[in-house]
Nanobody
């Protein structure tokens, strides 16, 4: 089992930044994958970024490449998503997810077994 708790969301003006945190606990291995997704009302859950617990293999959705940065702090058991140059269309509920088993690449919700409850990001224009 893996438990995930997100934090760091909030209301920010366009152009601003936030750092989202995901505190992870349970059976996570160096080859496990931690990912960030978001979901806006009426839309499907969207992949943003993922990284292995060993901090290798980071990959990003094209839509956020260059603006979002994923990182891992193993001593703190935390995965971060730095979100910069925010736009109103980035408004969504942001989720952290975990996949225990090794995957060469994991970018779809079905590939992740564990999910947090999400943290809301609202960007005003």
């Amino acid at each position: 089992q893996v438990q995930l708790v997100e934090s760091g969301g909030g209301l920010v003006q366009a152009g601003g930044s936030l750092r989202l945190s995901c505190a992870a606990s349970g059976r996570i291995f160096a080859t496990s994958t931690l990912g960030w997704f978001r979901q806006a009302p009426g839309k499907e859950r969207e992949f943003l970024a993922a990284i292995r617990w060993s901090a290798s293999g980071a990959n990003y959705a094209d839509s956020v490449k260059g603006r979002f940065t994923i990182s891992v702090d193993n001593p703190k058991n935390t995965v971060y998503l730095q979100v910069d140059s925010l736009k109103p269309e980035d408004t969504a509920l942001y989720f952290c997810a975990a996949r225990q088993r090794f995957a060469i690449i994991a970018t779809t919700p079905r590939q992740f077994e564990y999910w947090g409850r999400g943290t809301q990001v609202t960007v005003s224009s």
